[in-house]
């Protein structure tokens, strides 16, 4: 079971907000479609990654529907059930995802005098009920493969970011290789708390004070799982790989190294590589290896370039 990690700084934070506004103005967004179509302008320097976007149900996938509208992004789901205490439901010791991800707080926890064993039980329940709302928002489809992909998690707004925090995980379970986390609304320590989780934080407002993620809605409304199904369908759509689905081309190319010395290697060049990422082998290994082979192709699927070479030459690889 994950606990909770302390709060650290943000690697990157971003808000389209010098100043934010006071807590005592009047709702920041219309509804989650205002909010998901405000957050989708600050969203468009990721275009060019090609990012799957990725909704928090119920009320973050109308915003992430925005999103990946804007984007020309496939939409999918990170279920989390907010797991509460058992004589009151409302108060949160933890959450579960997608993957077999549990967050808990101990803090919570020990509060409530919940030991260990309590604990599992607790989650259990919860992992059942969020298979059969996986089942229920995507039907008969197989969720979207993240490996090697920029993700961009959607939610409707950060208060605590418990919810959050297991949805990254259980993305960066799932392969992701960048995740940006989106909120059109957030508290301060929410994002920060979550610094160690995503690769980038993107925020439209961040007022000083944050009492409730609907005080910052005109329309809050209950977003319905029928809705949810919905937005769903309507954006199915195959990811294209970021290099656009054309194979790399693949050169065998010789690297000097020292007087009359030569190595050996392959270079794979997809188009528009983001990189190049180099694999020099050594002893016991090379670049012929099926693991090493594997590695890069899912490397240059991702949109980068590799570069395979042995730092050994067949003489030496002989001794």
Known sequence: MIKEASNREPRAVRST????????????????????????????????????VIGIPRGGVPVAAEVARRLASPLDVAVVRKVGAPQNREYAVGAVAEGGVHVVSQRAARSLGLCEGDLQGLFALHDQQLEERLLRYRRNRDPIDIAGRSVILVDDGLATGRSARAALRSLRMRGAVRLIL????ATTAA???????????VCVDMPPRLW????????????????VARLLAENVREPVPPNGGSAPRVEQVAIPSGRDVSLPGELSMPQRPRGLVAFAHGSGSSRLSPRNRALAESLQHAGYATLLFDLLTPTEERD
């Open 17 to 52: 907000e010098d100043r934010p506004p006071d807590w005592a103005v009047s709702a920041g967004f219309g509804d989650r479609h205002d909010a998901g179509r405000r957050l989708a302008g600050v969203l468009e320097r990721f275009r060019a990654e090609m990012p799957i």
């Open 182 to 185: 989106a909120v059109p609304v």
């Open 191 to 201: 994002v920060h708390a979550l610094g160690d989780e995503a690769d980038e934080i």
């Open 212 to 227: 409730a993620v609907g005080q910052w809605y005109e329309d809050f409304s209950p977003t319905a799982d029928d809705e």
